[in-house]
């Protein structure tokens, strides 16, 4: 996929397994109680001088994203929690062998969601194996950070400080944005949404804080990660056309097969072009629809709401307005609006 990081959101309840929901309450814990204050990390002599200056980047991260991007200023991301893993969560994603629509799982506060979290990696692969005999195509997707939606003070962990500042700034972004609007049960709306911002906040603090030189290099690595894109969603509108024929299993799996080896084929074309390696790693994973999903949830919809804060001409807090509008709105003027770009041509 391509990092845009989503959020597991804690919800206790009968329709969460025990053991799922043990695990999720304990890495919480774990969170809530290794946490110490950004600011005072700073300040304290015991800390190395590149942390310092990450966590220092971070607190005007934040305070950008509350002055500039209309985004929520509270008490998410002003703490940091140092982990002994490479990432927060491990999100399981699934889907049908011949379908690109994730599998969703259900919790009382939330709705449903097209992923399920694991605080540990072991855990998540296990859920994966399981689904996968099932007949489902799986992916264990390790994830940064995650929101909860302000119930909790979020923290920083030391997976993102591992990041580079742009990425870490568009991640901040990104899981504020879940803070400002959320819709019950609607995944690809709320990611949608919170990319949208993610990048737009990225553009914008390049621009304010960062100088030309910096912008112009981050709207060629967004030109190009969008080509990228835009050539698995066609592989995955492919894949949505096929799976909508009546073709007997055996068939269906080796046409299934030759789509993915097409796409192969065009990623090395496209890599060729442009010179540019950064997808080999995504394209040499044993893909499947589960890829595509995860991929589809956060992009499909997320030029619907790109053009819609141009419609605002970047006012950030009249689109957050206009979003809320949405958020309000029926389920089918939400799935009406991410579907227009499509049927529009909007760019």
Request: glycine residues 6%; aromatic residues 10%; charged residues 25%.
């Amino acid at each position: 996929m391509i990092v845009a990081l989503c959020g597991l959101l804690l919800a206790a309840g009968g329709c969460a397994t025990l053991g799922w929901y043990g695990q999720a309450a304990r890495g919480q814990m774990e969170l809530l109680l290794k946490r110490k204050d950004i600011e005072k990390l700073i300040a304290s002599p015991e800390t190395p001088e590149e942390k310092r200056q990450k966590l220092e980047l971070v607190l005007e991260i934040r305070d950008f994203a509350g002055e500039q991007l209309g985004l929520p200023d509270n008490g998410s991301y002003a703490g940091f929690v140092k982990l002994e893993r490479d990432a927060v969560v491990y999100n399981v994603i699934a889907a049908p062998e011949f379908s690109v629509e994730p599998k969703t799982w259900c919790y009382p506060l939330v709705g449903c969601l097209a992923y399920r979290g694991y605080f540990n990696r072991e855990a998540a692969e296990r859920r994966a194996r399981s689904l996968s005999k099932q007949g489902l195509d799986t992916l264990v997707s390790p994830v940064a950070a995650y929101s909860t939606l302000g119930r909790f003070n979020d923290p920083v962990t030391s997976p993102m400080l591992a990041f580079g500042d742009r990425r870490l700034a568009g991640l901040l972004f990104h899981e504020l944005a879940h803070q400002r609007v959320f819709v019950k049960g609607e995944t690809d709306f709320n990611e949608a949404y919170a990319t949208a911002v993610e990048r737009a906040g990225v553009r914008r603090w390049l621009e304010l804080d960062q100088g030309s030189s910096a912008l112009k290099a981050w709207a060629r690595s967004r030109r190009l990660e969008a080509e990228f894109t835009a050539l698995l969603l066609e592989t995955r509108s492919r894949l949505q056309a096929l799976y909508a024929t009546e073709l007997p299993p055996p068939r269906m799996r080796e046409a299934k097969q030759a789509v993915f080896d097409d796409l192969r084929l065009r990623y090395a074309e496209f890599s060729q072009v442009t010179g540019d390696r950064r997808f080999d790693a995504w394209m040499e994973r044993d893909l499947n629809n589960a890829h595509l999903a995860l991929l589809a949830t956060y992009e499909a919809g997320a030029d619907a709401f790109a053009d819609l804060l141009a419609e605002y001409d970047g006012d950030f807090e009249r689109f957050h307005q206009a979003v809320e509008r949405l958020a309000a709105a029926g389920r089918n003027v939400r799935a009406a609006f991410l579907n227009r770009c499509r049927t529009d041509n909007c760019p």
